[in-house]
């Protein structure tokens, strides 16, 4: 079973940043898209930004120019540098591979509150 974990979530005040980080096996770096996502209290879990193996990138419209997701070959993970943050973007953070095919990770908690 694929073991994704995320860490590097916390609690900020509205316009903070953080960056969450998604450790990866590195068989499955190698060979998967990767993807974000979050997961709000009540609500469905909800795409965020992808990158694919050449490092090209896709956002939805809500975070493109907040959210940067990027690689780092050197450790095999996946980031995702949040600046600007709202309230609204209080949720549970999760990496997956694009087609969301790998085991879930236990998430990363992002809290943005004044």
């Known amino acids: 079973q694929v073991q994704l974990v995320e860490s590097g979530g916390g609690s900020v005040q509205p316009g903070g940043s953080l960056n969450v980080s998604c450790a990866v096996p590195?068989?499955?770096?190698?060979?998967?898209?990767m993807s974000w996502y979050r997961q709000a209290p009540g609500n469905q879990r909800e795409w965020l930004a992808s990158?694919?193996?050449?490092?090209?990138?896709d956002y939805k419209r809500t975070v493109q120019g907040r959210f940067t997701i990027s690689r780092d070959n050197a450790k095999n993970t996946i980031d995702l540098q949040m600046n600007s943050l709202h309230p609204e973007d209080t949720a549970v953070y999760y990496c997956?591979?694009?087609?969301?095919?790998?085991?879930w990770g236990q998430g990363t908690q992002v809290t943005v509150s004044s």
């Open positions: 990158i694919d193996r050449r490092g090209r990138l």
């Open positions: 997956n591979s694009v087609l969301m095919d790998l085991s």
């Open positions: 590195e068989d499955i770096y190698r060979e998967y898209d």
